[in-house]
């Protein structure tokens, strides 16, 4: 918790998910939402059907950052617990704010937009947080959950309420243009893939699966897996590997004891990746180079990162962690080299009082590690290049 010298743990889909990634993304934390309702949600809308769409200029500010190679994102508190958005390059090692007001999400496809939230409107700005615009607001709405479907497009849920299905909704950042989808449909987006410019749309209540394309036709996705697509899931379950044109996920067959890794394309059959036997994957990302999988297992007494190639299909490194895996949220550099973690030393048996806390980057092929800041940092958002 804030203010306890620990890190939080981070996930890619956020903070008990869609509403939550509004106050806090990547974190699991449930007490943050409970505090963000509280102080942040607005009444719900009357009725169904088109949000408003009056654009006013946005109040929400956002620092551009300096012309640096890439940079490091993370949240942290200042001393009056305000939640804020550091960068940080990991030569340089000088802090730069970006903002106390927006929530970041993700760039976009080509990497010349980012896009930001905060409570019901959606920004966007240039790669480096310069020139920020809005593209969408409803304030009736509690929270938005934002995907890029193309370079112009944006998919997104929006939350009345964490106990009902969203409005699903797209924006076209030229014209401004609105469209309400799939209404009525009790599901909501689960993720994006603009490579296909395709979307995984999951059911509220039943946690089916549908991929819709980009012609609005949809399919049930892998119907011989178990997945329990909920939007305030901690972890991101789905990833698509562009080179081997297939889809990387955590699931259980019926039957199974736990979960496992997959790789899947709709031509062929289901290939099992990885198998931690009596445990279960606890989180995974892939490299941007698409060499690499970075992952964890639940276990008491192995407390290991795994690096497993896709080009072998066999883990090529494995380095102890010392410090909690349910903090062990992956992030990759952009070369591929390197994954960035948050630190405590509460969680090796630490005090709450003089903690070393922070940063660091470990080396994937040697294990090296090297601590960049030293922070009472909340969550690692993003490993960016601005290129």
Not at 292 to 312: G, P, R
Request: aromatic fraction near 14%.
């Amino acid at each position: 918790m804030p203010g306890a010298g620990r890190a939080l743990s981070n996930e890619r889909i956020i903070f008990l998910e869609p509403v939550m990634r509004e106050i806090m993304p990547k974190t699991k934390w449930f007490i943050f939402f409970s505090i963000t309702l509280l102080t942040a949600c607005r009444p719900a809308p009357a009725a169904t059907g088109a949000p408003a769409t009056e654009i006013a200029p946005p109040t929400r500010q956002v620092m551009p950052l300096p012309k640096m190679e890439d940079y490091i994102i993370y949240a942290k508190y200042n001393a009056a617990n305000e939640y804020e958005i550091w960068a940080i390059n990991p030569n340089e090692l000088i802090p730069h704010l970006i903002t106390s007001d927006n929530i970041p999400r993700s760039w976009s496809p080509s990497n010349k937009q980012w896009l930001f939230t905060r409570n019901g409107s959606i920004y966007v700005t240039n790669t480096d947080g310069s020139d920020i615009h809005t593209i969408y607001t409803n304030n009736e709405y509690k929270g938005i959950d934002p995907f890029w479907l193309t370079e112009d497009v944006i998919l997104f849920n929006a939350y009345r309420d964490i106990l009902s299905p969203p409005d699903m909704y797209s924006v076209d950042i030229g014209s401004g243009k609105v469209t309400q989808l799939f209404p009525g449909s009790n599901q909501f987006i689960v993720i994006t893939f603009p490579a296909d410019k395709a979307l995984l749309r999951g059911d509220w209540s039943s946690g089916s699966l549908d991929m819709v394309n980009k012609d609005g036709n949809s399919e049930k996705f892998f119907n011989d897996f178990e997945f329990i697509p909920n939007p305030y899931t901690p972890h991101q379950e789905f990833q698509r590997i562009g080179k081997l044109d297939k889809y990387l996920f955590r699931a259980k067959r019926a039957g199974d004891a736990n979960s496992k890794l997959w790789l899947a394309s709709k031509q062929e059959p289901p290939q099992l990746l990885f198998d931690p036997e009596n445990e279960n994957i606890y989180e995974f990302a892939v490299s941007p180079n698409e060499k690499y999988i970075a992952l964890t297992y639940e276990n008491l007494e192995n407390k290991n990162i795994y690096i497993y190639s896709l080009e072998n299909l066999q883990v090529v490194f494995k380095w102890a962690y010392p410090y909690k895996l349910s903090d062990a949220y992956f992030t990759w550099s952009p070369d591929s080299q390197s994954i960035v973690v948050p630190y405590s030393d509460y969680d090796i048996g630490g005090t709450s009082h003089g903690i070393d806390s922070g940063i660091q980057v470990m080396n994937i092929k040697t294990g090296e590690t090297r601590k960049i800041l030293k922070e009472n940092v909340a969550q690692i958002i993003d490993w960016h290049s601005l290129k």
